[in-house]
């Protein structure tokens, strides 16, 4: 059980937007920044996303960031067959003083 | 080019320990804080412990207190992850990132594979 709730999976046909929530709490997201990764199967996770929107260099600007309150979201447009891998969010707990995931979403390009 | 190596993993019986490694290059390691975070087979990402530049603060899971000890040796560029007293649950391919502000890991390691089984 994952201390930061996502979707498992989300679906779209190519050149669509997709978008991946990440639901928290005031010891996690509601204080702390989010960023997000993606992970294609049998490689390590690369940062796509970090404090909340900002892209590192390298990354498209199809790839968006955004916060609300106790929540993230991770956006996708212009989807590509080469988009299909698994994303997570990730942040700090000031509760637990540790490092949280979300469980991970798996995004298909139908 | 920021590289992290990880090596030390491998099959051991529970009960048993293992020692990771994690080699630096191509950043200046000792300016940074380091993390190891695993991933269990078809599961997703663990954090599993932090440590500030200088050793002085460090951070675990609680489902590894006590039994796993995050170190570094910044003259040689190398991150450490003592293991001990290891539990089938153990079992994951460990990362070695390294930490940017805001618990962000921007550079990953390619991992390194533990199988705790009989």
């Known amino acids: 059980q994952s201390v930061l709730t996502q979707p498992p999976s989300v679906s779209a046909a190519p050149g669509q937007k997709v978008t991946i929530s990440c639901s928290g709490s005031s010891s996690n997201i509601g204080n702390n920044y989010v960023s997000w990764y993606q992970q294609f199967p049998g490689t390590a996770p690369k940062l796509l996303i970090y404090d909340n929107d900002k892209r590192p260099s390298g990354i498209p600007d199809r790839f968006s960031g955004s916060k609300s309150g106790t929540s993230a979201t991770l956006g996708i447009t212009g989807l590509q067959t080469g988009d299909e891998a698994d994303y997570y969010c990730g942040t700090w707990d000031s509760s637990l003083s540790g490092g949280v995931f979300g469980g991970g979403t798996k995004v298909t390009v139908l | ?118």
């Open chain 2, 1 to 118: 080019e920021v590289q992290l190596v990880e090596s030390g993993g491998g099959l051991v019986q529970p009960g048993g320990s293992l020692r990771l490694s994690c080699a630096a290059s191509g950043f200046t390691f000792s300016a940074y804080w380091m993390s190891w975070v695993r991933q269990a087979p078809g599961k997703g990402l663990e954090w599993v412990a932090n440590i500030k530049q200088d050793g002085s603060r460090i951070y675990y899971v609680d489902s590894v207190k006590g039994r796993f000890t995050i170190s570094r040796d910044n003259a040689k560029n190398s991150l450490y992850l003592q293991m001990n007293s290891l539990r089938a649950e153990d079992t994951a391919v460990y990362y070695c990132a390294r930490l940017v502000q805001r618990q962000t890991y921007d550079y990953w390691g390619q991992g390194t594979v533990v199988t705790v089984s009989s």
